[in-house]
């Protein structure tokens, strides 16, 4: 694939991310390939772990350009999002203005031509030259293009989607003082939410809708296959049925792909030839976050081993 330019084909695009370390579905290529065929944001929704953010990160490396990620929080602003004013830059010049005064009013003759003078030398300070880019506005002033990651959009207040809608319609921002600031090109833009609010409908209109959730057996092995090298066939079947499991019990936080990938390379560290009862309970803690959730699956280790080792003999 040509440098910089998006895939000719949604098989194009599964082979471009798997040449980056990213196994794409055939719905996530299919919604890759469309978003940069019609230049329109993708939301990429789904629990925490299953690929969304690695996603932004494989397009970028896929396509050989530069990654610009902003990470949603609660309060975050157009300050840190879009730009802001350098303020000790700003309040140097002032100094300076100060003590060049005179020379600035130099040869005005009546007070509306003083003020007109001073005026003129005030709109400086409110130009290009004065704006500290943030996040937003990087993204619009690269000359490659990039990929835009907007992190877990879904912990930001509802108010800062707001401050997105222009970006995400026209790639383009406006700044009162300076204008309207378009793309150099358009960006490639990646949200992400783990769903803890709902999305305005406006922002939603704006993107393509893809959900990653967990995937299948076959897929989360391909998965651990290009992620964990040195596994053996046997143990990473062993690892995905346990895993499968383990996500039909009522957990408060199901293991999710970025955990199995932990494990497996946990598991391939301890040098385990298969799973076993003792091995998996000393490392549960590796593929479980939360001792509620250790306490639930412990009683139930020898049965979901012995489970996932019929699997791999039979399936």
């Given amino acids: 694939m040509t440098e910089h330019l998006p895939a000719a084909s949604i098989e194009a695009v599964e082979t471009s991310l798997a040449s980056a370390g990213y196994i794409a579905s055939r719905q996530i290529a299919t919604a890759v390939f469309l978003a940069q065929r019609i230049e329109k944001p993708i939301l990429v929704e789904g629990p925490a772990g299953v690929g969304k953010t690695e996603l932004a990160k494989a397009l970028a490396a896929s396509r050989n350009l530069s990654m610009i990620r902003l990470q949603c929080y609660e309060g975050l602003d157009e300050a840190k999002a879009l730009y802001e004013w350098k303020y000790a830059k700003q309040l140097l010049y002032t100094q300076i203005l100060k003590d060049k005064v ?18 003129d030398f005030g709109d400086v300070f409110f130009s290009r030259e004065f704006v500290e880019p943030r996040p937003l506005l990087q993204a619009l002033q690269q000359t490659n293009g990039c990929v835009l990651l907007i992190d877990e959009i879904d912990k930001a207040d509802a108010e800062f989607e707001a401050l997105l809608l222009e970006i995400l319609s026209d790639f383009q921002i406006t700044i009162p003082e300076l204008g309207t600031i378009s793309a150099i090109v358009p960006p490639t833009v990646i949200l992400t939410s783990n769903g803890e609010r709902d999305l305005g409908d406006a922002l939603k209109r704006r993107c393509l809708h893809l959900h990653i959730g967990f995937p299948d057996q076959k897929l989360e092995e391909r998965i651990i296959e290009s992620r964990v090298p040195g596994i053996s066939q046997s143990l990473r079947k062993q690892i995905v049925g346990f895993i499968n499991e383990v996500r039909t019990l009522d957990l408060k936080k199901l293991p999710s792909v970025s955990e199995t990938i932990d494990w497996a390379r946990v598991l391939v560290l301890l040098e385990a030839p298969e799973l076993d009862s003792e091995t998996v309970k000393e490392t549960l803690n590796v593929l479980l976050k939360y001792e509620a959730d250790i306490e639930t699956t412990l009683p139930q280790v020898g049965a979901l081993v012995a489970k996932a080792g019929r699997q791999n003999v039979f399936g």
């Fill in 102 to 119: 005179g020379e600035v009013l130099g040869g005005a003759e009546t007070l509306p031509a003083a003020l007109s003078r001073l005026h």
